[in-house]
């Protein structure tokens, strides 16, 4: 396929050429089951109904409830019956359509193109004198004119009339050469996708990758009727104490905070039911995606020319160093978009991961960093692009055909090599432990061992742990007896299972919950009916009373705590400490790691990796404890830790 941009003449006017055919359109959204606003405001309004209508006990029950359905199914209705309004970019212009009439049009040309300001993302497109405010593109796709960037780009290129994108007044300047790189890189990554096909199937089988946390779930239904049940218990006290000795404005406020916690609490129930996580389903011959942004996407791989990646905010902001979720844009072979899916909770990485062993390309960009930079403007791989890495008694040197760049050693505090991507990258630190170098050895011109033998020869201060480690697991290898390209199980593993029980750090908290849930369940009663006998003494032994029984209850659920048991056959939880019904199982084929981590909430959760790095088990709630857990895999010989899901073996050397 070539590109329709061929510097050929071209006229004002229609757009024509071998990518006329090339239309974009809006993202259409998955329908929300409700707007934000829509379980506050129906709640407000039933609890208004509800006072005003308070004399009479039917009315104010009845008619603030059917005004709360009424409103939701209008809005439903609405939804469902109201014109869609979306953005089409073809060889007609750039149109915006209502209802599948064409409301206005922007026509455009190679010699008076549409202009993409950065970093707001206004499109302007050419009129009569000077150019007009069209709206804003978006990085996902989801706000304003419902189009991503990437996506229009391409499709202006193919369309023979390329976006210009220039920074925007007042702005720092190289945000637009920054997006022009990146696109062009993109677009050459697509077409040589195009023309070479599709990449064999490293693996068959389908893969089915979701994030469902169960846990999570649960404590947001929890939460939800939790509240649900506090508005029907001070309706049934307003309906109870409505007698000849009760206040009537106590009882109509009571009534009317009932019937607003009840509505806000099923309206959020109602917007909980219809989120669902993302879930994918990988296979060779297709791809099954549903994620709560984009709705459903099922395309069959001969489709697929490549998937370009957008990530969606930098590593580490998403809290608990959590990897950031992603966009995936799906392009045919003749460059069209087929569809775009969020990765959702699920690791973009371990998505990735699993695409690419189907026989998929996933085109993504690569990183923007500081690296090579020793001080501002030295930067040896341009300075001197031909010239390798040597390392001498007295300085490090860069030396090519015609330069020759040095970094004495009295300024080197500290070298340290790591793996990146499969790749080995040098980090040189100053005296004061500033980065003053970071740069992949393949730039440097120079092997790993290379480099660490020299260096360690002259005396610099340099470490490659992950060197260091693998020579210490092969010569335990060793030492037992064993070559072969995966550690042995150790000797001692024990034949019984070891079965793992919950600490007192996590068993404290059945009590304390229990305690807490009964005070706060005889609070609200006794504050809900202090009017019906005045006299609230009771409560001095009443709320006591409720936290030995809440704690009480707490024990009796202790008594059927879960727990972890560990064996030659795999891991498993079962209730009565390991004894009981078991709630879930993993055989020992499945498992690559075992260990206690963060998740993306920042929180502490049990995690069960498979082999190649997956996440197949996370347990939030029942947590053992971290080196009881680490013994208990070392008993059952079991893998301790995050697997590495490359081959057991030496770290890369370039």
Known sequence: MQPSHASSPRSSGPVTGPGAGA????????????????????????????????????LRLVVPFAVAALAWGAAAGWRRLRPLTFWRLSASGLQQLRGGRVRVTHPFSRERP????????????????????VGRLCSMGVEDMALA?????LTARRLGAPVRIVDRQG?????????????????AALLSAAAEGPLPAAQEGAVELSRADPGLRARQYGRRLAALACGATALLVAAVGDGPTAVPGRV????????????????????LAGTRPARWTVTPERITAFDPVFGSTDLAAERIAGLVAQPLSAPGTGGGGAEPPALLQIYGHDLSLLGTAHTGRIPA??????????????????????????????????????????VTSEYLRWEGGSTEIRVQRADIGAMEINTRHGHPWLRLRGKDGTEQLNAPLSALRISRTELRDRARAFGYPLTDPEHDAYQTAAYASLAAGVVQDRPALPAGVSAEPVVLDMPWSTRKWYYIAGAVLMVVVVGVVGFKTRYLSGDMSWLLWGLPAAAAAGALLGGLYDLRRPGLALGPDGIRLASRGGSGRTRWEHPRTAIG???????????????????????IRKESFDLPDTDQLRRACESAGLPFGRPDPGRWGPPPEI
Do not use: C
């Open 252 to 271: 109509a406020l009571i009534n009317a905070l009932g019937v607003a916690v009840v509505v806000l609490a099923a309206g959020y129930l109602v917007r």
């Open 349 to 390: 990485q371990e998505l990735f991961a699993v695409l690419r062993s189907r026989g998929y390309r996933v085109i993504e960009d690569g990183p923007r960093s500081r690296a090579y930079d020793l001080r501002p403007g030295f930067l040896p791989h341009q300075v001197a692009p031909d010239a390798v890495l040597a």
């Open 23 to 58: 239309v974009l359109e809006s993202n259409r959204l998955r329908a929300d089951p409700a707007p934000w606003w829509m379980p506050p405001s129906t709640a407000v309004l039933a609890g208004v109904i509800a006072y005003v209508l308070a004399d009479d006990r039917l």
């Open 114 to 133: 549409l202009t993409l300001l950065v970093p707001d993302l206004e499109v302007l497109a050419p009129a009569e004198y000077g150019a007009t405010k």
């Open 171 to 187: 702005a720092a300047s190289g945000a637009a050469v920054h997006w022009e790189t990146v696109f062009a890189r993109r677009e």
């Open 593 to 615: 790691g075992i260990g206690v981590d963060t998740h993306e909430e920042g929180q502490e959760a049990l995690f069960v990796w498979s082999p190649t790095g997956q996440v």
């Open 149 to 153: 960037m990437f996506p229009f780009h």
